[in-house]
Nanobody, 128 residues
């Protein structure tokens, strides 16, 4: 059974930083494309970033480009999301997701239907 577990969420002031981690215990994350999504109250699930397997090419939503960085730590079997310069509008539940599928369109990985496996989410609140 594929299991993903997110950690690292919390309360932070505007302009602050958080580092989220997505861990897998039953499979090797480096074999999968891993994405981060977020869902604010009353909103849909928005693709934030993803990282491909192998060379680890990454992509970001315009709303977080230049502030968030996704990376792999293969020694720990995790995918991390470093979030800097956080804004109140970044407040959401953050989810990681994984898929073995490869798609021709790089933008498709920003859609939830691209992924087969999901974690339970971690809350990020940006507030003074």
């Amino acid at each position: 059974q594929v299991q993903l577990v997110e950690s690292g969420g919390g309360l932070v002031q505007p302009g602050g930083s958080l580092r989220l981690s997505c861990a897998a215990s039953t499979f090797t994350l480096d074999d999968y494309v891993v994405g981060w999504f977020r869902q604010a109250p009353g909103g849909g699930r928005e693709g934030v970033s993803y990282i491909k397997r192998g060379e680890g090419a990454a992509n970001y939503a315009d709303s977080v480009k230049g502030r968030f960085t996704i990376s792999r730590d293969n020694a720990k079997n995790t995918v991390n999301l470093q979030m800097n310069s956080l804004k109140p509008e970044d407040t959401a539940v953050y989810y990681c997701a994984a898929t073995l599928e490869q798609f021709d369109s790089s933008t498709y990985y920003f859609f939830r239907n691209a992924y087969d496996y999901w974690g339970q989410g971690t809350q990020v609140t940006v507030s003074s």
